[in-house]
């Protein structure tokens, strides 16, 4: 059973970084085939897919925040990391990491495993 957990803090304050970590169990992140992904949803909102890192390190962004985000991983610890910049209050939202074997999806029928969502909040 693959376990997913996010981390990190749950306040960031705006124009700073915010920077999360997945700790996966159960699973080695370079296991063929999947995607290691970031994604989120603000109140209101539909989940929005941010980013993932692939099972052989390539690394793919969503257009509309790739300005920003940085994904990376430590396969030593088998943890893979988020850093978001210049947030602003509209980065305000729950934060899940999950596994697929497709890239960029926004629905969570195509993921197999994730983490629970991790709140990060942006005070305005």
């Known amino acids: 059973q693959v376990q997913l957990q996010e981390s990190g803090p749950g306040l960031v304050k705006p124009s700073q970084t915010l920077s999360l970590t997945c700790t996966v169990s159960?699973?080695?992140?370079?296991?063929?085939?999947?995607?290691w992904s970031w994604i989120r949803q603000s109140p209101g909102k539909e989940l929005e897919w941010m980013g993932a890192?692939?099972?052989?390190?390539?690394?793919y962004y969503s257009p509309s925040l790739k300005s920003r985000t940085s994904i990376s991983r430590d396969t030593s610890t088998n943890q893979f990391t988020l850093q978001l910049s210049s947030v602003t209050p509209e980065d305000t939202a729950v934060y899940y990491c999950?596994?697929?074997?497709?890239?960029?999806?926004?629905?969570?029928?195509?993921?197999?495993?994730r983490g629970q969502g991790t709140q990060v909040t942006v005070p305005s």
């Open positions: 999950a596994r697929s074997q497709q890239l960029g999806n926004s629905r969570w029928s195509d993921y197999d495993y």
């Open positions: 159960g699973g080695s992140i370079t296991t063929n085939y999947y995607y």
């Open positions: 890192i692939r099972y052989s390190g390539g690394v």
